[in-house]
């Protein structure tokens, strides 16, 4: 049964991505069907049209078995009939097509460094009998493999692929660009015009559309994939949250060609398989005809064919798709610091039923630690966050140090609940909960959350969820109480409330954090999501260099062993929630899997990633702030109509840490 059900919801997909842009499968991917294995010793080919019929321009190696030249060249091979062309561009690797009107170019790299050299000659014909013949580029020092042009407006673009010089190509292989308005004359374009030099990026294949450059790369990660990214000006790249394009699998071995000869299939077999490097492709009657190479990445390679059953448009913006990760991000409000309030920080924001935003917030008086003195107060604006009312103390400091992190939830009965700390020492700090029974307007008395034993728990801001049950669940971590020394690393657990707050039960599981090899580890203001199937997730902030997840399949009651997840991160929290107009879960964290640039053991950048999974694995992340000098943490999360609202601490740590508070406004990106 199970596995009708996935094949149903593959088949749904699929034509749901159909109707609205191109065939998906069942990750909401473009869909790319492999028909397997075409030739040996193949690589950098290039699909083209050219006069109505498709051929397929091939690099010759010298090590290719039908290479009678004794030396490199390029042809092009009708798909149809299989018959070549004379070789051309003779001496040339890394050879590309690229056709324009009547006429078709092809790019060869020149080989007076050996492997590479530093020219790019092109060649140009209109029948494929004669050929013109001039050089494109010529780089004093560069070393350049692959190129790969593209029509963009009223100018032409070239890609070409450098490894030296090493402060032009960083990490190799990296992309450059050049620029052209009759395909004879190029330009380079200024240094900062690459992608990208802090790794192993490889390009290949260069298309434009809306307005953007689609670099299609090959980049090591689980062996060598595919992958995709693109940029308006060449300078600033975004990662298609949907990679990789391609990668290593089974059915690059089928056979797509019957003319292989026995001794060929037994190399296909027989050959190791680590990568998809090398895609091109062109569309032909509807569909898009894609050639890519697999092998070994250490020279043997094999080339694939492949097809998507839809446009070059189709397949080009099915990369990037609208979602809580694309839309404008929009600053609505930035609470500064001052003499009287020096920190504001740790608050929560929901929509009212008037429409109105409602924010609330912690605003200390005393100075900017995390134990001075503090109130809540509440800001509104009737007109989408363009403006704010003035700050109006909702709940003021009483007694002991502070009252601050706040939690807002709506109930399923529609009445508001506001959770905060009340810290009356560094060894009694426990979340509170009021009731709003009209909009806000007025509050109920707080009452304790926890009861059972006085302590010092933790729980951060925009943490309440009530589940589909009707169960509310606080996720806290325990630090010190009386008598008891302090300990912080954290103890975690779960106080648990099934009549809307009236009466609270701490969870049965408490546990301490471990590292795979099981040495304790710091763990810290954790927070829950609930999953599809009726499961929790618990995420929680580790010096361990990543956020750590467990699972709870009894409503927060006992929960598995936490372990690493793929959210690479400092010691600093995250926030996680279900996206309503995409059900995936989106995640506000600072990314430190490298993939940004970041100062070690700061809290910069904050990112949003998503994850159409469940949590399993987390797409690309986006940059929302990147100061190398800031510190940026505890975001609320809410969802108004058709934007995600963002309410998070900033600050830099060499002026009084996070002292800001700012609201951002993401666009549902459609």
Same mark, same amino acid.
């Given at each position: ?114 492997? %590479? ?12 009998? =004669? ?37 032009? $190509? ?8 050049? =620029? ?39 980049? $090591? ?40 000869? %026995? ?47 839809? %446009? ?134 707080? =009452? ?177 702030? $990147? ?37 951002? $406004? ?5």
């Amino acid at each position: 049964m199970r596995r009708e059900w996935v094949v149903t919801v593959v088949l749904v997909s699929m034509l749901i991505g159909q109707v609205l842009g191109g065939p998906v499968d069942g990750q909401g991917r473009p869909l790319i069907r492999k028909l397997g294995t075409i030739d040996c010793d193949l690589v950098e080919t290039t699909p083209v049209v050219f006069q109505g019929r498709l051929y397929r321009s091939e690099w010759v190696r010298t090590s290719y078995e039908g290479n009678k030249l004794g030396e490199n060249y390029t042809r092009l091979v009708d798909v149809q009939t299989g018959e070549a062309t004379a070789p051309l561009a003779r001496g040339c690797v890394f050879s590309s097509a690229f056709v324009d009107g009547d006429t078709v170019y092809v790019t060869g790299t020149s080989t007076e460094q050996g492997w %590479t050299g530093q020219r790019v000659e092109m060649f140009a014909s209109k029948d494929l009998k =004669t050929w013109e013949h001039w050089t494109a580029l010529d780089l004093d020092g560069f070393g350049i493999c692959n190129t790969s042009i593209c029509k963009a407006d009223d100018r032409y673009v070239m890609m070409f692929e450098i490894h030296k010089p090493e402060d032009q $190509a960083g990490v190799a292989f990296t992309a450059r660009f050049a =620029t052209s308005k009759d395909l004879r004359t190029w330009e380079v374009t200024p240094p900062e015009c690459v992608y990208a030099k802090d790794r192993y990026s490889a390009p290949h294949c260069l298309r434009y559309l809306d307005g953007c450059f689609y670099d299609f790369y090959l980049e $090591a990660h689980e062996g060598y994939e595919m992958r995709v990214v693109r940029s308006p000006d060449l300078i600033h790249w975004e990662s298609s949250p949907l990679n990789p394009v391609l990668k290593a699998s089974a059915q690059d071995k089928q056979i797509a060609n019957p003319k292989l000869t %026995t001794e060929q299939r037994q190399r296909v077999t027989k050959a190791e398989n680590i990568n998809n490097s090398d895609i091109d492709f062109c569309e032909y009657k509807g569909r898009l005809v894609i050639n890519y190479s697999w092998g070994n990445q250490r020279g043997e390679e094999f080339l694939a064919e492949a097809v998507y059953e839809g %446009t070059a448009e189709e397949f080009l913006r099915g990369w990037f798709p609208p979602d809580a990760l694309r839309g404008e991000m929009k600053p609505l409000l930035v609470i500064e610091p001052s003499d009287a309030y020096p920190r504001h920080s740790e608050g929560d924001l929901i929509e009212l039923k008037d429409g109105r935003l409602c924010l609330i917030y912690t605003r200390f008086t005393g100075g900017g630690s995390d134990h001075a003195a503090a109130d809540l107060v509440m800001r509104t604006s009737a007109d989408d966050g363009a403006t704010w009312s003035g700050p109006e103390t909702v709940v003021r400091r009483t007694g002991g140090l502070n009252v601050m992190s706040v939690s807002l939830l709506r109930m399923a009965s529609g009445e508001i609940a506001l959770f905060y700390l009340r810290k009356t020492s560094q060894e009694d700090c426990r979340p509170v909960m009021c009731v709003s029974t009209d909009e806000m307007r007025t509050w109920s008395e707080p =009452t304790d959350c926890i009861t059972d034993e006085v302590g010092y728990y933790v729980l951060n801001n925009d943490r309440a969820v009530q589940l589909t049950s009707g169960r509310i669940v606080l996720p806290v971590a325990w630090h010190q109480g009386p008598g008891r020394p302090r300990d912080s690393a954290g103890i975690i657990m779960c106080y648990l409330s099934d009549d809307n707050g009236r009466t609270w039960r701490r969870s049965q599981d408490t546990f301490k954090g471990c590292d795979p090899d099981g040495r304790r580890i710091t763990v810290q203001e954790p927070g829950v999501v609930e999953l599809r199937d009726g499961r929790l997730m618990m995420y929680i902030r580790t010096d361990a260099g990543s956020q750590y997840i467990c699972h709870s399949q009894d409503g927060g009651q006992t929960w598995s062993k936490p372990r690493p997840s793929d959210l690479a991160s400092p010691l600093s929290p995250a926030s996680i929630e279900r996206i309503p107009w995409t059900g995936d879960l989106v995640c506000v964290w600072n990314d430190h899997s490298g993939r940004h640039p970041y100062p070690k053991g700061r809290r910069t950048p904050l990112c949003m990633a998503v994850s159409k999974d469940e949590g399993d694995s987390w797409s690309e992340s986006r940059v929302i702030e $990147a100061n190398p000098d800031g510190w940026y943490c505890y975001t609320a999360i809410a969802f108004v109509r058709d934007r995600m609202l963002l309410a998070y601490c900033a600050g830099d740590k060499q002026v009084g840490g996070l002292n800001r508070l700012k609201v951002l $406004a993401v666009g549902r990106g459609e």
